[in-house]
């Protein structure tokens, strides 16, 4: 068998002996132990199982040997007791009232943990909107309960928007390695890719990954037994995530690209913008679905704490510095809210050299586009492409066409884009036509009215997932209530000033908005998704 697969190389690690390639759902020991594995990972060589290697490097289960059916059965049986805990019929629990406020009800936990599973369900109906496997109802039930039993068993940090995104690549993994499995595998692979067991392993895994990740969603919120999230009344604290990427910026973008980092700081682009995005997805909207795999698996080397993804970042930035120092803070923050223009295995590669300069060589610059109008241009096009292929979808396919977290990102780019040109274009328009004919009249004033609505903004930069999604940052007596924000309307044709007439200001109309904001709603009836299941069928 090491004949066949020995290609008469010599590994680095080891020059003495020989090198064997690994292959395929083959689990001889010299291709799957810890050693080898790393080294696979980081050249993105690692073999399928994929899904096993990861749980391997993860320190889930051990390398392939005789205990590890025994780690794989116990994380199994864990689920199996999980679910059966956290899925306790209230109405067996005899002398409980259904209208009990004690946090010890069964009915009161009934009542909390169907609130914390519509909250998840409104998130993982929208899982990958162009990936058909998870418009099925029954693979979106399986996200719901995994999301909510790893919630309820660390309720610090508890269940929070995004998490649903990295469950999704893990499962699209186990199916692959399920599907792609061939019919002459050996017994440990054959007990390992049941697919009876497929939601345990999922758990299995997003457990593993949370517990470097879970970090960066905390917020200082801590969850009664209930699951409930307190109603605090104060300015939340600086979170994990927020001080972690200010030691980035500080230790690390500073020493290693000043440049790159002042010019962020002048251009007035905090790393939270999209940091806090990178970090909670594991870069998962930053490059293509095929390549996020490697990525993970590069990640993964590392170990369970991930103690390395800094250098992620930096190479993330660095890779487009060019682009970046070239652009003013529309166009910056365009670049950073968008797909990643280098490719994974540069971002990896210099990922390495930032680590170990003398290990690892600086690897060649890829090739960009030059920073232009029409490059930024293009990134507006790619919105209202996506939004053209979302509709489409929706009306071939039968999927919802919910809009995804990818297409936040780039609609915020798109709304970055209209504000540095529309008021710009719309001001010279009006000033080439000073006799504007009729029937342009009104098309002008609309186009007026969106650049002045488009101009009104806080002019330092709010990070949109802290704002919107942890209300971190901002005093909670405003959340759940109605505020007034200025919006300076086009101004309309004055009469001639007589003498008897007394100059009037300019008045700004308010328009009112509500922020909703979910654990603090004081009801079912407060809350924007009344009836999750709509999700499906409306």
């Given at each position: 068998m090491e004949q066949n697969n020995t290609n008469g190389s010599v590994s680095p690690s080891s020059p003495s002996k020989p090198y064997i390639e690994a292959s395929d759902y083959d689990l001889q020991f010299p291709t799957w132990s810890m050693e080898y594995l790393k080294k696979a990972a980081v050249e993105h060589r690692l073999v399928r199982p994929r899904s096993l290697a990861w749980a391997i490097?993860?320190?889930?289960?051990?390398?392939?040997?005789?205990?590890?059916?025994?780690?794989?059965?116990?994380?199994?049986?864990?689920?199996?007791?999980?679910?059966?805990?956290?899925?306790?019929?209230?109405?067996?629990?005899?002398?409980?009232?259904?209208?009990?406020?004690?946090?010890?009800?069964?009915?009161?936990?009934?009542?909390?943990?169907?609130?914390?599973?519509?909250?998840?369900?409104?998130?993982?109906?929208?899982?990958f909107p162009d990936e058909a496997y998870f418009r099925d109802k029954v693979v979106q039930d399986l996200m719901v309960r995994v999301l909510?039993?790893?919630?309820?068993?660390?309720?610090?940090?508890?269940?929070?928007?995004?998490?649903?995104?990295?469950?999704?690549?893990?499962?699209?993994?186990?199916?692959?390695?399920?599907?792609?499995?061939?019919?002459?595998?050996?017994?440990?692979?054959?007990?390992y890719l049941q697919e009876d067991y497929l939601e345990h392993d999922s758990y299995m895994l997003f457990s593993a990954i949370m517990k470097g990740l879970e970090k960066f969603y905390w917020t200082g919120d801590v969850p009664s037994a209930s699951g409930r999230l307190p109603l605090s009344k104060t300015i939340h604290n600086q979170n994990e995530v927020i001080r972690y990427l200010d030691k980035v910026r500080e230790e690390y973008l500073m020493l290693f690209d000043p440049d790159l980092a002042t010019h962020l700081a002048e251009c007035s682009i905090s790393m939270e913008l999209f940091g806090i995005r990178w970090l909670r997805l594991l870069f998962g909207r930053e490059f293509p679905r095929s390549d996020v795999p490697h990525l993970w698996g590069f990640i993964f080397s590392d170990g369970p704490m991930l103690p390395n993804v800094h250098y992620v970042i930096l190479a993330m930035l660095i890779s487009i510095r060019s682009i970046l120092l070239a652009a003013?803070?529309?166009?910056?923050?365009?670049?950073?809210?968008?797909?990643?223009?280098?490719?994974?295995?540069?971002?990896?590669?210099?990922?390495?050299?930032?680590?170990?300069?003398?290990?690892?060589?600086?690897?060649?610059?890829?090739?960009?586009?030059?920073p232009s109008h029409e490059n930024i241009l293009d990134a507006s096009s790619s919105v209202f492409a996506f939004e053209q292929r979302a509709e489409e979808g929706a009306?071939?396919?039968?999927?919802?066409?919910?809009?995804?977290?990818?297409?936040?990102?780039?609609s915020l780019a798109a709304l970055a884009l209209l504000r540095a040109r529309l008021p710009a274009a719309v001001a010279a328009l009006r000033a080439a036509l000073p006799r504007v004919p009729p029937t342009a009249e009104p098309p002008l004033q609309q186009l007026m009215q969106l650049a002045a609505l488009l101009q009104c903004r806080?002019?330092?930069?709010?990070?949109?997932?802290?704002?919107?999604?942890?209300?971190?940052?901002?005093?909670?007596?405003?959340?759940?209530?109605?505020?007034?924000m200025p919006v300076m309307m086009a101004p309309k044709p004055k009469p001639p000033v007589t003498s008897k007439q007394v100059k009037i200001a300019k008045k700004v109309k308010e328009v009112p908005l509500k922020l909703f904001y979910q654990s603090e709603c004081d009801g079912a009836s407060d809350l924007p998704f009344l009836d999750p299941l709509g999700l499906r069928t409306e």
């Open positions: 490097l993860l320190n889930a289960v051990p390398p392939p040997s005789e205990d590890i059916l025994m780690s794989i059965r116990g994380h199994r049986n864990f689920y199996d007791d999980l679910r059966k805990k956290l899925s306790m019929d209230p109405r067996g629990v005899i002398g409980d009232d259904p209208l009990s406020q004690r946090e010890e009800s069964a009915w009161k936990q009934h009542f909390c943990d169907n609130e914390l599973k519509a909250m998840i369900l409104q998130d993982v109906v929208r899982t909510f039993y790893w919630s309820r068993a660390h309720p610090c940090p508890g269940y929070r928007q995004g998490m649903h995104e990295v469950l999704a690549p893990l499962l699209l993994e186990l199916r692959a390695d399920r599907r792609a499995a061939p019919r002459c595998i050996s017994d440990t692979l054959r007990y003013d803070t529309a166009r910056a923050l365009c670049v950073l809210m968008r797909p990643s223009a280098a490719g994974v295995r540069h971002v990896c590669a210099l990922a390495l050299h930032l680590r170990a300069p003398h290990a690892h060589p600086a690897p060649r610059a890829p090739a960009h586009a030059p009306e071939s396919s039968g999927s919802e066409g919910v809009a995804e977290g990818g297409d936040v990102a780039r806080n002019h330092a930069l709010i990070d949109v997932e802290t704002a919107l999604e942890a209300a971190e940052n901002q005093s909670t007596d405003a959340i759940g209530r109605k505020q007034l």
